[in-house]
Each structure stands twice: as C-alpha cells, then as structure tokens.
C-alpha cells in the first residue's frame, strides 16, 4: 500500500513537472512587451531559467523579419517597427541572435546572458494585419474584432475603397497602396467585418476611421479584401529614378543604406521593386562624418524577403549607391510618308507607297547629352540594324524608295555611356507596309481602253449589218398590195399626178 502510494505521488509529481514544462514552452507565456501603449507594443522581454529579462538590442541584428514573428505569437497582428532603446547604466539582458531566432527556434531556446545598455522596443498593428501575402505590405486584409477574444475577421470589399486601403498601408508602416483587388491572396469562410470603413485617409488607425451605422449581413465568396502596399524603397540624387544613394522608409524616417557586402545579387531586389530591371552596379561612397542609416542583412534580402524586414539601425560614414539597367526613359518612334503619318502610340496600319520616300523617326527626352539610336528591322525574311547618333536627343532614318523588302517591324534602340556603363532603352514596335499601286493603274488604264475598242468594234459591225438591209421605201411598196389597192388605179394616180 505504501509502494502505491509513493508510486501515485511519483506519477503525480512528473505530471506537474510536464504541465510545467508545456506551459513555459507555450510561446505567449514566455514573450511579452511591456511599458508601451498597448500589449502589442514595448520592450520585448523573454521568460527564460524563471528569469523575465529584456532582449539586447544592438548586436542581435533584429530586424521586422524576426519582430513579426514575436508579433504573431502575440497575436498582435503585423510587425511595424523594430527599434534599440539606450538605456542609463548596464543591465543583465538576454541576447537572442537573430538566425537563431530565424531557424524557427523559440526565444528562450535562443536566449543567453549578457551585460548591455540596448534593449529592443518593438511596435505591432495590434488590430489590423495582412496574411498570406509575399511581405509584411501584401495579404488579405483581417481586422481585429474584439480585443478581449482576440477575434480576426476578413473585410468585405463591397465596404473598403482607397482612402481606407491608405490608412491602412501609413498604420503597417508601409508605402501607399498600389493594388486593391478581392480574393488576390486566397478566401476564407471565417467571419466577415459587418460595417463599412468611412475612412477620410488621414487617420492613423483603420479602427479610428467612422464605421456604417447598419450591419452588413453577407459578403459574396471571393470579395475579402486583398490589399498590396507598395515597398518604401526609393534611389535619390542621381540623375533618374533608376539610379542614386539607396535609402528605405523604417519608422517613418527615410534613411541611407550603409552595408560593405552589398552585391550585385543583393541590388536586383532593390531594382525589381522599383521596376528599375535588373542591377548594374554597387557602390559604396565615403562621408566627411557618421550619420544614421539603416544596415540590411544580407541573408534577410536573400532568403526573399522585403528591403524594409530586414533593416535595423546603424550609424557609418559609408553610404551605398545603386545604378539599374532601366535607368533610362523610353525613346518613342514614329513614320512619315507622303501618304500616311502615325506615331508610338498607333502601332499598326503606317503604310507607303512602293517607290515612295519614307523616313522612321527616333527621339528621346533629354535626360543625357549624346548617345546613338539604332533602328532595329525585323521580317519573316530578314533582320536589319541601321544607327546614327543621336542630334538633339533624335535621329532621323530616311528610306528614299520604298520596296516590299521594307515590309516588317520597326523599333528604335537608344544607346548612351554613363556613370562608366553602356546603357539602352527601347521603343515599342511600329510596323509598317508597302502598298503596291502599279497592278491598280494597269487596270485603271487597260480595262477602260478595252471597253473603248469593243464598243468602237460593234459600232462598225451594226453599222455594216445596217447597210445591207432593203430601204424603207422598198419596204413600204409591196404593202400596198397587201391592202388590196388595184394595180390599175395606182397607175391612174400616178398618171394624174
């Protein structure tokens, strides 16, 4: 009996110790952020060995990529800002790496301790996130209903236009909205916000915006809202968007990018977000002093992510400047002839007459001095390239005679050498075909002459026909027998007469 009953006590002590152990392991219970205006905002601190410490923030490399993760376990909607708060004397502190974290390890499983004056301050949405989106700027919007349940719903986008999808992007720190479109990133049968958003497009919070009175009781199968916000990436200084000293938008502060291991594989991220094409160069230029700019982990941009997930804070006298391939505008081309004129925007129907003169125009806006333009002709037969350099920003190509050789496609080219590289642009594709009218004057002349000779033919031969045929008088003598008039009283008239 007493063997049972240790044994119970046993069996009863290990179940505790497990409870405890799955309770510590539960993420919420571990993770918290504290001293801010919400629970969703704060200074991350992580329960580890019993110990509730905050997390060291200048040397761990946190980035939103890692915030976003603490964000979700929290159920605090999506990662807005991650920032290094100085502290007024060393404290003991857990230093959490962020690849560690980035592995899918729980925080504490990434703790150790150390002596430091950083600690990390992250910011979530708390109400408002996007899901299953390419970025923390992309997804299908949800809505915190109710904050004590901690209840998502999807938006109906019958109820959301583009002064809410504004509020939205400015309070997940993202750039403007550039697609608004239902069901882009999937549908779900949760359930549905039932007010429409009357937002004015300044609020700072979609919650903060004025709701309908009345509730919206169904919402069609594929209308959640699906809300791209574009990235706060832009080039600045240099002479075209394309080009220039790389800065991102974190925090709402616009800063430069400082990192010495920037790649040309690293900065085709940063011209595909721009629609600038692809990487042509990475260059790092010296200041006279430091200044605050934002570092990017080099492992973040590879795995995929977005410019702004990977950024954290950093002060350097090194600041990084991009050059993209698309970094000039697009030349436009047009034609003339004497019959017909057409330009970029009508790419179809220029024609000109076979023999005629025609010319293919080539023209750019000054953005360059100098440059050449080459004129690119293609046909199911042949490819032609013909260049000249570029006078006043343009290039005349003339066709003295017009044959059906010259029948195909046009399109200008336009070459310039800057910032030490070879740059091109090209136009859209003009076509262009030959009319040939001589078939058209041999019938306008022959056929009318043709006429002419059978009609002057037929004259003659009726005319001929006529001859040959016995006079009216003639005709009318033997009539007179046929009315029955005597021979002899014909006589006797005509001997009167």
């Known amino acids: 009996m007493d063997h049972l009953l240790v044994l119970l006590l046993l069996l009863l002590w290990n179940s505790g110790l497990q409870a405890e152990e799955n309770h510590n392991s539960t993420e919420p219970d571990d993770v918290r952020l504290v001293g801010g205006d919400s629970r969703c905002a704060g200074t991350l601190e992580v329960k580890h060995q019993r110990d509730w410490r905050p997390v060291e923030g200048r040397y761990s490399g946190w ?44 925080l504490r499983e990434c703790a150790i301790s150390v002596s430091s004056v950083s600690i990390l301050n992250l910011t979530c949405s708390d109400s408002v996130r996007l899901v299953n989106g390419t970025s923390l700027c992309s997804g299908r919007l949800e809505v915190k209903t109710n904050h004590s349940n901690q209840w998502w719903s999807s938006v109906c986008d019958a109820d959301f236009d583009q002064q809410d999808a504004e509020v939205v992007c400015r309070q997940l720190g993202c750039g403007a909205p550039s697609v608004l479109q239902g069901a882009l990133y999937g549908d779900v049968e949760a359930s549905m916000w039932t007010k429409e958003f009357q937002c004015g497009g300044t609020e700072s919070a979609l919650l903060d915006c004025r709701s309908s ?108 400047n991009l050059t993209c391939s698309d970094l000039l505008l697009q030349p436009n081309i047009s034609g003339s002839s004497s019959v017909d004129r057409v330009s970029e925007a009508q790419q179809q129907g220029f024609h ?10 080539c023209s750019v806006q000054p953005q360059y001095p100098g440059g050449s333009f080459q004129l690119t002709f293609t046909s199911s037969t042949s490819a032609l390239k013909y260049t000249q350099p570029a006078v006043n920003h343009s ?64 004259y003659f031969y009726y005319k001929g026909k006529r001859g040959q045929r016995p006079s009216r008088r003639e005709k009318a003598e033997p009539d007179y027998y046929n009315l029955g008039v005597p021979a002899a009283e014909e006589e006797g008239a005509q001997g009167a007469e």
């Open 63 to 106: 980035t939103l990529k890692e915030a976003a993760a603490v964000c979700r376990d929290l159920d605090c909607g999506s990662a807005v800002s991650v920032e290094q708060r100085e502290g007024s004397s060393r404290r003991s502190v857990w230093w959490i790496r962020s690849d560690c974290v980035q592995s899918g390890s729980a």
């Open 352 to 361: 000109v007459l076979r023999g005629s003169t025609f010319t293919i125009s």
């Open 213 to 320: 009175g009345s509730d919206r009781n169904t919402c069609s199968p594929g209308k959640a809202v699906g809300l791209t916000c574009s990235e706060p990436v832009r080039l600045v200084g240099g002479d075209s968007r394309c080009g220039g000293t790389l800065e991102v938008k974190h925090q709402g502060d616009w800063r430069p990018v400082s990192d010495s291991y920037w790649t040309l594989k690293k900065a085709a991220a940063v011209c595909r977000d721009l629609d600038c094409g692809s990487a042509v160069s990475v260059k790092e230029r010296e200041e006279s002093s430091r200044r605050s700019v934002w570092r990017i982990s080099s492992y973040c941009v590879q795995s995929g992510s977005a410019l702004r997930e990977c950024v954290t804070s950093y002060s350097s006298k090194s600041i990084l």
């Open 395 to 458: 290039a005349h190509f003339l066709f003295p005679a017009a044959e059906p050789a010259h029948q195909g496609s046009y399109r200008c080219v336009y070459h310039v050498y800057v910032f030490s590289h070879d740059f091109f642009s090209e136009s859209r594709l003009i076509s262009l075909t030959v009319a040939d009218l001589r078939p058209f004057i041999i019938r306008a002349i022959v056929l009318p002459l043709i006429l002419l000779l059978e009609n002057i033919g037929l």
